[in-house]
């Protein structure tokens, strides 16, 4: 069984761009999460998605928006990239809403001169 | 409160030895706790998990012990070896939701 993908592996933008990271989740999963993982800082929650809707959202600015498809994969935009926007993102996926064991893809190295 | 506290940040172990490894939460409503092991460049996986209506779990030689009264839970790895040494990232469940909060990692070095 695959397990969850990302792409694109590294990223290198510039301050005001603007990036779409992609989550494909394991086969049947239907919940797609999204963290930023800076460096000395954790695991950070970003967004969580459910059966193409919205469920919660980290405390991030709204330059920080995602969607998920009725195939259940993912993007991830962020807008006017800064500086402190440089980060490993990672991208996890769970069988439902009601199912709390979430399962990592490899993350997406992005890095914003 | 969505808080999730790891201790120590750092440590070091001889090969062969234990290493144990305490989460502090603050939601009281949080029910499940999983435990993640990051080795550099690579996906955080996950190592085991214990749900709050058990107190103990145990893998080989990882073990997760949770006590909800105190709001602690704590890994345990017995007879050290040098694959163990990476950061290990513990997180609670948040109430209501699916949502995970993270602590901020552990690193942990296995001296051989």
């Known amino acids: 069984e695959a397990g969850v993908t990302q792409s694109p592996t590294h990223l290198i933008k510039t301050r005001g761009q603007q990036v779409t990271l992609r989550c494909s989740p394991i086969s049947g999963h239907t919940s797609v999460y999204w963290y930023q993982q800076a460096l000395g800082l954790g695991l950070q929650f970003l967004l969580w998605?459910?059966?193409?809707?919205?469920?919660n959202r980290g405390n991030f600015p709204p330059r920080f928006s995602g969607r998920q498809f009725p195939n259940y994969s993912s993007e991830l935009n962020v807008n006017a990239l800064e500086l402190e926007d440089s980060a490993l993102y990672l991208c996890?996926?769970?069988?439902?809403?009601?199912?709390?064991?979430?399962?990592f893809g490899p993350g997406t190295r992005l890095t914003v001169l | 409160g969505e808080n999730v506290e790891q201790h120590p940040s750092t440590l070091s172990v001889q090969e062969g030895d234990s290493a144990v490894i305490k989460c502090t939460y603050s939601?009281?409503?949080?029910?499940?706790f999983p435990w993640y092991k990051q080795e550099l460049g690579k996906r955080p996986q996950l190592i085991i998990d214990?749900?709050?209506?058990?107190g103990e779990k145990k893998d080989q030689r990882i073990a997760v012990t949770l006590n909800k009264t105190a709001k602690h839970f704590s890994l345990h790895i017995t007879e050290t070896q040098p694959e163990d040494s990476a950061v290990y990232f513990c997180?609670?469940?948040?109430?209501?939701?699916?949502?995970?909060?993270f602590g901020k990692g552990n690193q942990v070095v296995v001296i051989p």
């Open positions: 996890a996926s769970s069988p439902g809403s009601h199912t709390d064991t979430q399962y």
């Open positions: 939601d009281s409503a949080s029910n499940y």
């Open positions: 997180a609670a469940s948040l109430g209501g939701n699916n949502r995970l909060a």
């Open positions: 214990i749900r709050s209506n058990v």
């Open positions: 998605y459910d059966e193409g809707e919205e469920r």
